[in-house]
C-alpha cells in the first residue's frame, strides 16, 4: 500500500512537467524537419531538445518501474506506457492524460469506455500520422524521381495511406521513406482499426439503448 | 415527467416539418453546385433557404436543450442529434426517423438492433457521400491539372474512396478538394464500418437462430 | 404443425432439382458472356434459360410463402431467401445447401457456426465476383479508351476490387462498368468482412479452447 | 489416457528438430530464389532440402493422427495443424511453438488470449508475405513489362497489398504473379484482420481494466 501512494504521488507530481515535456519534444522535431532556413546551430538545439526530453521520459518510466517494485511483470501490465516510451512521437498524449486527470478531480472520468478508446485510440494515429508524414516529407522531398515534393503532399499521402484507400497519385520511392511508410501502416491501421471498431460498438450500444427508452415510453 | 411529457409533444409535432427541411437544405445545396445555368437570384436563393433551414434545426436543438433542463449532459447523451446539427448534410435521416415514427404507431418497430444500425450507418455514408461528391466537384471540375471533371466522375470517385478501395484514376488535386476527401475518409469509414460490423453480427444471428430451428426441427 | 410438415417436404423434394437449376443458370449467363463465336440462335437459348430458370425460383418462393401462411412477416424472417431470390447469380448457393442436407442425414451439421458463416459469406463472394468480373467484361471489353480487354484481367480486376488493394492498374471506365463496380463493392465488401470477422472470432475460440485444454492437461 | 500421453511425448521429443526442420525449409526456398549466382548442383540442393523437410512435417502429421485414433474428426479439431501443413512457408510458426513451450516449463504461458492470437496470426502474415514476395518476385523480375525488378520492391509491394492500400506504382503483371497476389489478399487479410481485431478488443480490455482499477483506487 506504502509502495502505490508513493508511485501515485510520482505520477501527480510529474503530470504537468511531463505534458509540457511532450510537447516541446514534438516542435523540436517538427522545427528540426520542417524549418529549411533555420541556421545550423538552432537545428542542433532542437536535436538536443529531442534527446533530452527523451531521456526525461525514460528516466520517469525507470523510477516508476522500480517504484512499483514488480520487476519484468510490470512491462506487461504497464504495456501502453512501454509503448509510449519505444515510440516518443506518441508521446503527446500525455496532454490527453492530463485532461483526464484535471476531470478526475471534479468526480467521474467524463467518457464512457468506447468514447475512451476512441479517443486515445484516434489521439495516437493522427500523431502518428503527423510524426510520419514529417519523417516522410524529410527523406522525399529532396530525392530524384520522388512525388512527395510539399509537406501539405506527405499529409495528404499520409491520409490516404491510413484510410487504406492508397490512391497511388504519390508514394514513397526511397528506402527510408519506404520503411517510415511501413511501419505508419502497421501501426496506424491498428489504432484506426481500434477506433472504427470502437465507433461501431459504440454506435450499436447507442442504439441498444435508444430502443430500451423507447420502450420504456411506450409502457407508459 | 412534466418535462419529458413536453418534450414528447415537441418532438411529435416538428417531426414532419423538420423532415420537409431536411430535404430543402439538400435539395437547395444541391441546385447550388450542380446547375451551372441558374441565373444569380435563384443561386442566393439557394444559399438563403440554405442557411434558414439549418437555422430551424439549431433552433430546434436549443428549445429541446433547454425543455430537458440538463444543462451540458444533454450533449453527451444525445451525441446523435449534436453531430447530426454540426454536418446538416446529414439531415435528412430525419426521413428515416419519420419512417420509424410512423411505424410506432402500427405497433412494435420493425427492424431489429442489427438492421437499424446498418439502416442509420448506411443512409448517413450515402448521404454523406452524395454531399461529399457534391463538394469536390465544385472545387475540382475547373481546377487545372484536375481529373474530376463531371459529377458522375465525382461520384465514382466517392464510391472507390468510402469502398477504400481507391483507384486512383481519378483524385483531387486542389487544397479544399483534399481537405473534403480527408473528411469525408474520417466520417465515411467510421459508418460504413458499422455497417460492415452489423451486417457480420446480423448474419452471425440469423445463422445462430437457422441452426437452433433445425436442431429443434431434427428433435420432432 | 401441418403447414411445417407441408414446407418440410417440399423443401425436401425440391432441393436437388433446385440444385441443377442453379448451376443452370450461371452456366447459361456465363456461356453467353464468354463465348464469343458462338452463333446467335444459341445465344438466343442462354438468355432463355437463364430467365426460365429465374422463374422458377421466383414460384420456388411464392409457394414456400404461402405454404408458411405468414403473410409480410416471412420476408423478413427469411431474409436470406429473399436476398438470394433477388440476385440470381447467387443462386449456386443451393449447393453448399444440398451438402448441407447430405450431411444432415448423418447426423448432426459438422461445420461450427463460424465455419458456417465463412463458408456461406465466402462461397457467396466468390460467385458475386465471378457474376462481377462477367458483367464488367461484357460492358468495358469493347469500350473505347478501357484497360480491361480479357475475361483473365476482368477476373484481376475483381480480386482487386474485393480485397479493397485497388491498385488502379486497371479500372472500368464505362457507365454499366463503374454501376456493376459499385454494386460489387456493396455486396461483397459487407460479405467478406462477415468472412474476416468470423474467421477472427473463429481463430480466438480455437485459442480459446487450446488454452483451455492445456490448461485441463496441466493439472493431470 | 494412454494414447493421450503417447502423443504428448511424441510432441515433446519433435519440438526441436521439427523447428530446425522448419527454418530449414524457409532457408532453402529463399535461397533458391534470391541467390541468382548460385551454381545448379546447389539449387538442386535447396529444393531437394524443402522436398524433404515438407516431408518430414508430413509424417509428423500422419504419425499424430494415428496416435490419436480420431479418424477424420483429428482434421477437423485440429485445423491449425492442418492449415499449416498445406501452407509450409507458415512452418516457421513452429518457433512460436517452441518459445511457448519452454515458457510452460517455467508456469503458465505468458502471453494473455488477445496477446497470442495476435502473435501468432501477426508472425503467419510476415511469414506469408516475406513467401509471397520471393513468390511474386521469381515470376515477376524478368518478365516484359512488369514493374517489380529487385526484391526490395517485391517486399514493398507486399506491404502495400496486405495493408489494402494498393498505390498500384507496383503490380503484377504475369499469370503467376496474379495468382500468388490473390492467394497472398485471401489468406493475409483475414489473418491481418484477426490482428488488428484482437488487437481492439485488448486495447479495450485494456482500459476496462485501467477503469476498474481507477475506480478502486477512487474508494480508498
Chains 1, 2, 3, 4 share one sequence.
Not at 504537468?16 to 524549418?35: C, D, E, K, N, Q
Not at 521513406?177 to 459504440?202: H, K, P, Q, Y
Amino acid at each position: 500500500m506504502e509502495d502505490q501512494s508513493h508511485e501515485e504521488r510520482w505520477r501527480q507530481r510529474t503530470e504537468i512537467p511531463l505534458a509540457v515535456a511532450s510537447l516541446l519534444f514534438l516542435g523540436a522535431y517538427a522545427t528540426r524537419v520542417l524549418a529549411h532556413g533555420l541556421p545550423q546551430p538552432w537545428r542542433d538545439v532542437c536535436v538536443v531538445v529531442a534527446l533530452a526530453t527523451w531521456a526525461l521520459f525514460a528516466v520517469d518510466y525507470a523510477v516508476r518501474w522500480r517504484m512499483s517494485g514488480l520487476g519484468l511483470k510490470y512491462v506487461r501490465t504497464h504495456g501502453l506506457d512501454t509503448l509510449v516510451l519505444l515510440l516518443p512521437l506518441l508521446r503527446p498524449l500525455r496532454v490527453v492524460r492530463l485532461y483526464e486527470a484535471v476531470q478526475m478531480r471534479h468526480g467521474e472520468p467524463r467518457l464512457t469506455l468506447y468514447a475512451r478508446v476512441m479517443v486515445y485510440a484516434g489521439l495516437s494515429a493522427v500523431l502518428l500520422g503527423f510524426s510520419g508524414a514529417l519523417a516522410v516529407y524529410q527523406h522525399e522531398h529532396a530525392a530524384p524521381g520522388a512525388n512527395i515534393r510539399t509537406f501539405g503532399d506527405a499529409v495528404w499521402w499520409t491520409c490516404t495511406t491510413l484510410s487504406t484507400v492508397g490512391y497511388g497519385d504519390l508514394a514513397p520511392v526511397t528506402f527510408v521513406g519506404r520503411l517510415v511508410a511501413i511501419g505508419l501502416m502497421a501501426c496506424g491501421l491498428g489504432l484506426l482499426g481500434a477506433v472504427t471498431g470502437s465507433f461501431s460498438s459504440w454506435l450499436i450500444q447507442v442504439f441498444t439503448l435508444e430502443g430500451d427508452k423507447r420502450e420504456q415510453r411506450g409502457r407508459h
